[in-house]
């Protein structure tokens, strides 16, 4: 079984200073963090907050050969979690048929934004990496649709603290389920 998932934010892990992506599910309100480079982040940040780099970026282009080549992104899936890394799916159509193309999970997000294709997350992959997000948690910025129309919560300067905090509050244990 697979999870429909939305982006519910990026912020800045407190203590590694790494940018980290929560997934979340729009159901049970439970979220999965990933820690994400910070190209990736800034890519999949540019594209909700529908703001163009200045030359296009590897996302950008991959984009642009598969609309070129009459192609999309239909989804993207989480697939896996082994050892501390997560693994993903970029499916794409192109000339009648589907391919699967295997992904960082970062990556498959980043092109997923990019075609307004649905993210999937694997069932046994939520349940091993999933955490609460209490409403305050998820009210804690404003959301990329009351600015865009778009789906989620974004990272910004006022609302880094409740980002910080709720990072913060993960327990020890839920770390070493996460690659970072």
């Known amino acids: 079984m697979k999870r429909l998932m939305e982006i519910a934010g990026l912020a800045m892990d407190p203590v590694t200073r790494s940018p980290v992506m929560i997934l979340r599910d729009p159901e049970s309100k439970m979220g999965v963090p990933i820690w994400i480079g910070p190209f990736e982040a800034d890519s999949i940040r540019m594209v909700l907050e529908k703001q163009p780099p200045p030359r296009p970026i590897t996302h ?14 239909s989804r993207v899936e989480i697939s896996d979690l082994k050892e501390n890394t ?33 993210v999937y997350m694997s069932q046994h992959v939520f349940e091993a990496a999933r955490i609460s997000l209490s409403d305050e948690e998820e009210a804690a910025g404003e959301t990329t649709e009351d600015k ?14 409740k980002w910080a905090e709720l990072l913060e509050n993960i327990k020890p244990e839920q770390l070493s389920k996460y690659k970072m």
Not at 68 to 73: A, D, M, P, S
Request: net charge negative; glycine share 6%; hydrophobic share 45%.
């Open 60 to 73: 950008d282009l991959f984009a642009e050969a598969l609309n070129r080549l009459n192609g999309k992104v």
């Open 86 to 118: 997560y693994f993903a799916k970029i499916i794409v159509e192109a000339a009648g048929r589907e391919v699967e193309l295997d992904s960082r999970p970062s990556d498959a997000v980043s092109m997923a934004v990019r075609f307004d294709a649905p």
């Open 148 to 161: 865009q129309g778009e789906a989620g919560v974004t990272f910004d300067e006022s609302n880094k603290d």
